[in-house]
């Protein structure tokens, strides 16, 4: 019960912060918005591109590599614009069960948010070819979802190492790559219009990593902790 | 720790790695179709990633013990067993591709399991990576088991549980002749065990060496 307390306590003031600066919600879209734009003209620089045969899987595997980035960038920056101070602080009124879980509830929250918006942007400028909008808009979320809670305890080593962006690609893209290979096999699915059934198990998957993840940030987090 | 000076099991992996290496070229194996002769790159590529997984498997245990005690002979064995199974993956890797070449045609031929074994790879560059990235020792040593203990169960996921999900060319995964419990007859056997428990000797070996060198290293920095 003081874990759940202290949990939401924590993810109010997350929310709070992330509300009055809007920082780091701000920077990601524009980062996604920018990314798809540059890759929208980069594409059409070569002419017919919309209309050839492999359109569809360029379409849907883009897609989720402008994702990794931007959650990658958007995630590291959840311990790092603390304080050393403030960390100290938490530490004395907060179990760190109570911190890690707010984390990563606070960055399942925002890149839901963000890969929502992403994926309407992405729609605008790339012509759609989704055959089952619903399924393929429940594997973005499921997908915003797995790379929050994988990426919040790297972002959490990564901050303890202090040197952050190359240490926080090498560290979490090797963990990643198996989410993203089910993620891309799923979202292919559903973008080829294929029968619901077959997905149970890659959200199945998907659902015992992120389990096994979160036990393991649970678990590891009171050791990275202490200073 | 009494066990890594003793000299016995050194001497037991030292004769039965020879046994196997000398029985594996000279005994019949089953001619299989695809596979031919070169099943008997059994004894020579499995026993590697048994060799690996031990020395890992050891790393992950004194990482979870230095997290307990902060021992820093602790640290420095996880290091060195994850040093000698990076050594043992290559190893591993390359008697892989060179069988692929002979039986696949192809060194790389976007295999999962090869896929899953390079990607394995990267973590563990990964982790010496991390290492390298921090100075004070002992925020080095907590942060990369804290690491170490992470990356493990995603190893083993991505070795062993990822190419059976799917198709594979790898004997054993998507129906291939596999050197499993019908194909595997009991000579095979005679060689295929032993040399798993002789090479994991061989690398525990070689990592108790390097951990001696180091404990030496470490004790001549200290002070006293």
């Given amino acids: ?227 | 720790m009494k066990f890594i000076y003793q000299w016995w099991w050194k001497v037991l992996a030292v004769v039965v790695i020879l046994y196997t290496l000398i029985a594996g070229l000279l005994i019949n194996v089953p001619r299989l179709p695809i596979v031919h002769e070169t099943i008997r790159n059994t004894y020579y590529h499995v026993p590697m990633w048994m060799a690996m997984f031990t020395v890992f498997t050891i790393s992950v245990i004194y990482s979870i013990k230095y997290l307990g005690s902060s021992n820093p002979k602790h640290d420095l064995i996880a290091v060195e067993c994850v040093n000698v199974g990076v050594f043992f993956f290559i190893l591993g890797l390359v008697t892989g591709m060179i069988w692929a070449k002979y039986t696949w045609g192809e060194y790389w031929s976007n295999d999962p399991k090869q896929n899953s074994a390079a990607i394995a790879f990267l973590l563990y560059c990964a982790y010496l990576v991390l290492r390298n990235a921090i100075d004070e020792e002992q925020k080095r040593a907590k942060i990369s088991a804290i690491y170490n203990i992470f990356a493990f169960p995603v190893m083993i996921v991505l070795i062993m549980v990822l190419p059976r999900m799917t198709d594979s060319l790898h004997p054993g995964n998507g129906g291939n002749p596999a050197f499993g419990k019908l194909d595997l007859d009991s000579k095979m056997r005679m060689i295929l065990y032993p040399a798993f428990i002789a090479w994991s000797l061989f690398a525990v070996w070689i990592a108790t060496l390097r951990y001696r060198i180091r404990l030496i290293e470490y004790k001549q920095n200290s002070l006293d």
């Fill in chain 1, 1 to 227: 019960m003081e874990l759940i307390n202290q949990t939401l306590t924590l993810l109010k003031k997350e929310i709070l912060l992330e509300w009055r600066s809007k920082y780091a919600f701000n920077g990601v879209l524009l980062y996604v918005v920018s990314t798809v734009f540059v890759c929208y003209i980069a594409f059409n620089l070569s002419a017919g591109f919309t209309g050839s045969s492999g359109y569809p899987i360029v379409w849907n595997v883009l897609f989720w590599i402008i994702m990794l980035f931007a959650s990658v960038n958007a995630i590291a920056k959840s311990f790092v614009q603390e304080s050393r101070g403030r960390l100290l602080y938490y530490y004395s009124i907060a179990s760190p069960q109570a911190i890690i879980l707010s984390k990563i509830i606070y960055n399942m929250l925002l890149m839901a948010l963000l890969s929502t918006l992403a994926i309407l942007v992405y729609v605008v400028f790339f012509k759609n070819v989704v055959g089952d909008p619903l399924l393929y808009f429940a594997s973005v979320i499921i997908g915003s979802i797995s790379f929050s809670t994988v990426f919040t305890m790297i972002s959490a080593i990564a901050s303890k190492a202090g040197n952050n962006g190359t240490l926080m690609a090498i560290l979490s893209f090797p963990v990643i790559i198996p989410v993203i290979l089910i993620l891309v096999r799923f979202s292919k699915n559903a973008m080829d219009g294929l029968d619901r059934s077959l997905n149970y198990g890659h959200i199945g998957a998907l659902a015992a990593i992120n389990a096994i993840v979160i036990a393991t940030s649970l678990l590891l987090f009171p050791y990275l902790w202490r200073d």
